[in-house]
Structures are given as structure tokens and as C-alpha cells.
């Protein structure tokens, strides 16, 4: 069973797009997480949910808006997409919110915008 | 604020012999430190992580990290390294007194020849 699911696994789109990645976790955990990890592999918070509550928005640009409908599920909706969004996008989870807790990441979607 | 740094990008090692991948912090308050590994086209996986009590942490697939906190290191080693090792390591660092999110480090890639 996949701990950390995310849809689609590539997304290769236009810019000036809208397209939503979706993120489920069947752990059981309160906490998710969005990573954006560029072309040189440099891993980057994006934002945090507790319970479906938003606690962590890392200066993303507003295009970018995450929805927790509940604490299994965090999708992530992109508006007008730019160049510069091409990257690989991983959700993850952790039990909670809380300092030392291990993240269990899901298997990525690769975007490319053309 | 909290910091990690992975000085090498790459390490490369012969089967069978030992590898260190290194890793420095610099955070105000005792250290939360974590290793995880991103095979290809994977998402990343935790190996061990250091909260407090034995310097010397023993985490998935033979691997361990020694904390060591004159030197503000926690480097990553396995006595006998495999082909099947070879990924990208990421080093990621909290602390007691900051943000609950992880920093991570650059990565470092780990090759090991046949």
C-alpha cells in the first residue's frame, strides 16, 4: 500500500495554464507538507497543513494555492503557470506538528512547462 | 536561523568499502538532524535521524550517523558500501528553539562502482 500518493506523476503543460496536483496520505498523520525541488536537486518548503488548518506559506507566489479538505488529502492548484514553475513538486506527511518528527514523502510530479 | 551544509556534491566509492557522507549544521539550540535518501525518479525515504541520547544512530540499510556536536557534524557512514547504494543523500537539520520545519541540505550524491 502507497503511504504518500500524488497524481499525476508528469504533467507537461503551457504556460499561462492552470493545472492542480493532487496528494493523498493513508498514515493516519495530522501534518502535510508541499516541496518544490528545482533542476540541482535543492529541496524547498512551499507550505504546511495541521488538521486541514494552513500553518507554513514560504513566500510562494500567490498563483500557487494549496486545499486541505481534510487532513488525508493536500492538492495544490498552480494559476498561470510560468517557465519557472518546472520542477518536481513532493507532497509529504508526519504524524504531527512537532519538532524531530520524520516526513514520509510521496513519489513526485514532475512539471514542465513549455 | 538554522543552516546545513553537504560540502561535497559528489562522493564516489568501490564496492565493498567504506563511505562517509558529510554533514555540518549551525542552529541556535540543540539540533534536530536527519538523513534521508532519494533514489531515482523516487521520493525521498528516511533513513535515521538524532533527537537526543546516543551519539551514534543506527538507521535503515546498514547505515549510522555519529553526532558530533564540538563540531557541529552528523556525517553519514556504512561500513561496507553496495552498487545498490548509490542515490542522493539529503542531510536536514531543526532545532528546539526555531521553525519545526526541516532545512535541508544541497544533497550529495553517493556513486558506487562495481
Known amino acids: 500500500d502507497t503511504a504518500v500518493s500524488q497524481t499525476p506523476k508528469y504533467l507537461v503543460t503551457q504556460m499561462g495554464n492552470d493545472k492542480s496536483i493532487k496528494c493523498e496520505q493513508n498514515?493516519?498523520?495530522?501534518?502535510m507538507y508541499w516541496y518544490k525541488q528545482d533542476s540541482k536537486k535543492f529541496l524547498k518548503i512551499m507550505f504546511s497543513?495541521?488538521?486541514?488548518?494552513?500553518?507554513i506559506n514560504e513566500t510562494v507566489p500567490n498563483r500557487f494555492s494549496p486545499k486541505s479538505p481534510d487532513k488525508a488529502h493536500l492538492n495544490l492548484h498552480i494559476n498561470s503557470l510560468e517557465l519557472g514553475d518546472s520542477a518536481v513538486y513532493f507532497c509529504?506527511?508526519?504524524?504531527?506538528?512537532?519538532?524531530?518528527?520524520?516526513?514520509?514523502f510521496g513519489p513526485g510530479t514532475r512539471l514542465l512547462v513549455l | 536561523a538554522q543552516s546545513v551544509a553537504q560540502p561535497e556534491d559528489q562522493v564516489n566509492v568501490a564496492e565493498g568499502n567504506p563511505l562517509t557522507v558529510k554533514c555540518t549544521y549551525s542552529?541556535?539550540?540543540?539540533?534536530?538532524l536527519f538523513w534521508y535518501v532519494q533514489y531515482p525518479n523516487r521520493g525521498l525515504q528516511f533513513l535515521l535521524k538524532?533527537?537526543?541520547?546516543?551519539?551514534l544512530v543506527k538507521g535503515s540499510y546498514g547505515f549510522e550517523a555519529e553526532f558530533n556536536k564540538s563540531q557541529t557534524s552528523f556525517h553519514l557512514k556504512k561500513p561496507s558500501a553496495l552498487v545498490s547504494d548509490s542515490a542522493l543523500y539529503f542531510c536536514?537539520?531543526?532545532?528546539?528553539?526555531?521553525?519545526?520545519?526541516?532545512?535541508f541540505g544541497r544533497g550529495t550524491s553517493l556513486i558506487v562502482h562495481p
Open positions: 542552529v541556535s539550540g540543540n539540533p534536530y
Open positions: 509529504a506527511s508526519s504524524q504531527e506538528v512537532r519538532r524531530g518528527e520524520t516526513q514520509y
Open positions: 538524532y533527537i537526543t541520547g546516543d551519539n
Open positions: 497543513y495541521n488538521n486541514k488548518e494552513l500553518i
Open positions: 536536514a537539520v531543526t532545532t528546539g528553539g526555531g521553525s519545526y520545519i526541516p532545512t
Open positions: 498514515l493516519g498523520h495530522d501534518t
